[in-house]
């Protein structure tokens, strides 16, 4: 339903101001019991809070969508990291899992709806194969860049860049001459 409520428009993006490190942080915090229970670890790499124009329930689906991919692929070490990196007026929010990679040939696939890879999970899950086809529809709608870069035997790397908001200035009015 909520992959449908996308592709046909009827939630549009809602942008504003947020802080995008504070959310990602939120987001990752959630994942507590996984993390303490099963022994996976999450890592949030960034050096400065940032903040962004966007919709930040939409993008947060993204992270969130992102985050249990890469659980579901990580390697044998259970890591996945996530990276928020400020490149000029951009940011660049980057999740990497430790696992197999995806073959070239899957690659051009992962976007699509209902497309699960070929590989085995390293957790057990259930899925609607539709994670990865809300992200892309979700950054589509956000007009920004996104994309992965795999290779067999050194994980995967989701990534997506939205712009820095930058706070409008204010016209420096004249003062008055004084009586």
């Known amino acids: 339903l909520h992959y449908s409520t996308i592709q046909n428009g009827l939630n549009p993006?809602?942008?504003?101001?947020?802080?995008?490190?504070?959310?990602?942080?939120?987001?990752?915090?959630r994942y507590g019991k996984l993390t303490g229970l099963e022994g996976y670890t999450i890592l949030f790499a960034q050096t400065e809070q940032v903040t962004v124009?966007?919709?930040?329930?939409?993008?947060?689906?993204?992270?969130?969508?992102l985050v249990n991919n890469a659980l579901t692929y990580t390697g044998t070490d259970k890591t996945v990291?996530?990276?928020?990196?400020?490149?000029?007026?951009?940011?660049?929010?980057e999740v990497h899992d430790s696992g197999e990679g995806?073959?070239?040939e899957e690659l051009p696939h992962i976007w699509s709806r209902y497309y699960r890879g070929q590989k085995p999970h390293k957790r057990a899950t259930v899925g609607t194969g539709l994670g990865l086809s809300i992200v892309k529809s979700v950054l589509d709608s956000h007009s920004?860049?996104?994309?992965?870069?795999?290779?067999?035997?050194?994980?995967?790397t989701f990534w997506f860049e939205l712009p820095v908001f930058q706070q409008p200035t204010q016209p420096v009015l004249p003062?008055?001459?004084a009586k």
Do not use: C
Request: hydrophobic fraction near 30%.
């Open 13 to 29: 993006i809602q942008p504003a101001p947020y802080n995008l490190t504070q959310s990602i942080q939120a987001i990752l915090d």
């Open 81 to 93: 990291t996530v990276t928020q990196t400020r490149i000029g007026n951009t940011v660049r929010v």
């Open 175 to 177: 003062t008055p001459p």
């Open 53 to 65: 124009n966007a919709d930040e329930m939409k993008i947060g689906q993204v992270v969130y969508n």
């Open 102 to 104: 995806i073959p070239k």
């Open 144 to 156: 920004v860049s996104y994309g992965v870069q795999s290779e067999p035997g050194f994980g995967t």
